[in-house]
C-alpha cells in the first residue's frame, strides 16, 4: 500500500511538472512571437525599419501656409515634430525628418490635408503601388487620419487652410513601405504629384479600349 502510494504521489509530481514545463514554453513561444513581430519591420544590418505600420502617430509641423480651394495635387513640406518610434522602441522617424503633405479629396467630396511621404536618412517611406489591383479601381483612400484639432486651422471641408508652423498630427491608416520613387515634377517653384491623375487617366484609357 505503501509502494502504491509512493506511485501515486511520483505519477501526480511528474505530471504537476510536466504541465508547469509545458507552460513556460508556451509563455517563452509567446514572448518570441511578440518579440518576432516588434521587429519584422526592423532591418537589424542598416539599424532602420522597412516599412511604417498603420496605427504609427507622426506629428508634422507646416513649412509654409497651406490655401486650397480645388485639388491640384500639389506637394506642401513639413518636419516631423518629435521623434516617433516604432513596435520594438527604436527611433523610426527623428524629429526634423521632412515630410510630404497633400490635399486629397474624401470619399464625401471634402478636400482633406493628408500625409504623402515622410524621408529618413534619405530613404522616402511611400504608399507603394498595388500590382496585384484591379486596375479600372481608383485608390482614392487616405495615407493618415488627422489626430486633433488644428490651432487656427481648418484642415477639411470645402477648402483647406491651415496656418504656417502648425503642427497637423496623422495616425497612419494604410502602410509606409521604404524606397518608393518619387515621380512628381517641379512646375514655377513648386512640386506636384500629377501622376495620380495621369495613373487615372491611363486606367480609363484602358477601360475604354476593353469595351
Given at each position: 500500500?505503501?509502494?502504491?502510494?509512493?506511485?501515486?504521489?511520483?505519477?501526480r509530481?511528474?505530471?504537476?511538472?510536466m504541465?508547469?514545463a509545458?507552460?513556460?514554453?508556451?509563455a517563452?513561444?509567446?514572448d518570441?512571437?511578440?518579440?518576432?513581430?516588434?521587429?519584422?519591420?526592423?532591418?537589424?544590418?542598416?539599424?532602420?525599419?522597412?516599412?511604417?505600420?498603420?496605427?504609427?502617430?507622426?506629428?508634422?509641423r507646416?513649412?509654409?501656409?497651406?490655401?486650397?480651394?480645388h485639388?491640384?495635387?500639389?506637394?506642401?513640406y513639413?518636419t516631423?515634430?518629435?521623434?516617433v518610434?516604432g513596435a520594438?522602441g527604436?527611433?523610426?522617424?527623428?524629429?526634423?525628418?521632412?515630410?510630404?503633405?497633400m490635399?486629397?479629396?474624401?470619399?464625401?467630396?471634402?478636400?482633406?490635408?493628408?500625409?504623402?511621404?515622410v524621408?529618413?536618412?534619405?530613404?522616402?517611406?511611400?504608399?507603394?503601388a498595388?500590382?496585384?489591383?484591379?486596375?479600372?479601381?481608383?485608390?482614392?483612400?487616405?495615407?493618415g487620419?488627422?489626430?486633433?484639432?488644428?490651432?487656427?486651422?481648418?484642415?477639411?471641408?470645402?477648402?483647406?487652410?491651415?496656418?504656417?508652423?502648425?503642427?497637423?498630427?496623422?495616425?497612419?491608416?494604410?502602410?509606409?513601405?521604404?524606397?518608393?520613387?518619387d515621380?512628381?515634377v517641379?512646375r514655377?517653384?513648386?512640386?506636384?504629384?500629377?501622376?495620380?491623375?495621369?495613373?487615372?487617366?491611363?486606367?480609363?484609357?484602358?477601360?475604354?479600349?476593353?469595351?
Amino acid at each position: 500500500m505503501c509502494i502504491s502510494f509512493n506511485y501515486r504521489l511520483a505519477s501526480r509530481l511528474a505530471l504537476g511538472a510536466m504541465v508547469i514545463a509545458t507552460s513556460l514554453c508556451s509563455a517563452q513561444d509567446r514572448d518570441r512571437d511578440r518579440d518576432g513581430d516588434r521587429d519584422r519591420d526592423w532591418d537589424q544590418n542598416r539599424g532602420i525599419y522597412t516599412r511604417l505600420e498603420p496605427g504609427t502617430v507622426i506629428p508634422v509641423r507646416t513649412n509654409d501656409s497651406i490655401d486650397v480651394e480645388h485639388r491640384d495635387n500639389r506637394v506642401y513640406y513639413g518636419t516631423v515634430d518629435q521623434d516617433v518610434r516604432g513596435a520594438n522602441g527604436r527611433i523610426a522617424i527623428p524629429r526634423g525628418a521632412n515630410a510630404e503633405l497633400m490635399v486629397r479629396v474624401a470619399p464625401d467630396n471634402d478636400l482633406i490635408l493628408d500625409l504623402e511621404s515622410v524621408v529618413v536618412n534619405g530613404q522616402r517611406y511611400a504608399i507603394r503601388a498595388d500590382p496585384n489591383r484591379v486596375e479600372s479601381q481608383r485608390d482614392n483612400s487616405l495615407v493618415g487620419a488627422i489626430v486633433g484639432a488644428i490651432d487656427g486651422g481648418q484642415a477639411r471641408g470645402r477648402a483647406v487652410r491651415v496656418p504656417r508652423d502648425s503642427v497637423v498630427t496623422f495616425r497612419l491608416d494604410r502602410p509606409l513601405d521604404m524606397g518608393v520613387v518619387d515621380r512628381g515634377v517641379t512646375r514655377d517653384g513648386n512640386h506636384y504629384h500629377d501622376w495620380y491623375d495621369r495613373d487615372d487617366r491611363d486606367r480609363d484609357n484602358r477601360d475604354r479600349d476593353r469595351q
